[in-house]
């Protein structure tokens, strides 16, 4: 028996891979398209070592916090910006 860790299980379904091929295959009315029991059933994922497995899952947490940590720099940086241009159309305005 194969053994995998569910949050290693998590990562590989949530690929752009998983998620775009299966896509293709759904089935259903619009509000209520699902995938294929079979597509799931047969698609290959590796199953390395648990603790492989672990050092994956390590990884893209640690990636995942750092796109969360990016987007909230951006967010700020966006918002400095915003006040800058602000100020500078103000002073503008002001003949200063």
């Known amino acids: 028996p194969y053994i995998f860790l569910s949050d290693y299980l998590y990562i590989n379904i949530k690929t752009n891979y998983f998620i775009e091929k299966g896509t293709l295959l759904m ?4 509000g209520q398209k699902r995938l294929p029991r079979e597509y799931v059933e047969n698609f290959c994922i ?3 070592p648990l603790a492989e497995q672990e ?3 390590n990884k893209v947490e640690k990636l995942l916090n750092n796109v969360v ?3 909230q720099q951006i967010s700020q940086r966006e918002e400095y ?3 800058l241009m602000q100020s500078v159309l103000r002073d503008a ?3 200063r």
């Open 93 to 95: 305005f002001a003949g």
């Open 55 to 57: 050092e994956i899952i």
């Open 81 to 83: 910006a915003k006040k």
């Open 27 to 30: 089935t259903g009315a619009c």
């Open 46 to 48: 590796p199953i390395p």
């Open 69 to 71: 940590e990016l987007e």
